[in-house]
């Protein structure tokens, strides 16, 4: 496997979607009522919230830094953002994200991706087509240590 910034960036985006996605109760249909999983916001409009909650997966940000003159390792950052319109379900949802990828580490290792670490929670609401959604945006980190 070659390594570089942009390999990472496309596994790393891959596995952690594959996680969520396959997760009982984060995937689509799954028992948190999840309509929505990507990487960008649906084209579909709002319409007073029926269609949520959705999970939003960012693009990582992957920095290369040296262990030594040969050996490399690439701290990876990643925010998902979750959507919904009622607080409750928002905590389910992102208790859910956060549960996934815990009890997923070996998935993680197994594409050399260690400490995981979920290391922010950012909540608040916006209005969008005049409804109020509830959104928290979890950071989390990796570790990806190459092949």
């Known amino acids: 496997m070659v390594v570089n910034l942009q390999n990472i960036e496309r596994d790393v985006w891959d596995t ?7 997760d009982s109760a984060t995937k689509v249909t799954g028992t948190l009522g999840v309509n929505y999983i990507g990487g960008t916001w649906p084209k579909k ?3 007073a919230g029926a269609d949520l909650p959705y999970i939003i997966i960012h693009k990582p940000t992957v920095k290369e830094e040296f262990l030594t003159m040969k ?8 925010v998902i953002e979750v959507f919904s319109n009622d607080a409750a379900k928002l905590k389910d949802v992102s208790d859910g994200v956060r549960a996934a990828l815990e009890a997923n580490q070996s998935t993680t290792k197994a594409v050399y991706m260690y400490h995981y670490m979920a290391s922010g929670d950012d909540e608040g ?13 979890i950071t989390c980190e990796w570790l990806f240590l190459g092949g």
């Open 45 to 47: 409009a709002i319409t």
């Open 71 to 78: 050996k490399k390792k690439y701290p990876v950052s990643m």
């Open 125 to 137: 609401v916006e209005i969008k087509e005049d409804k109020r959604i509830h959104t928290n945006k």
């Open 16 to 22: 952690i979607e594959g996680i969520i996605a396959a």
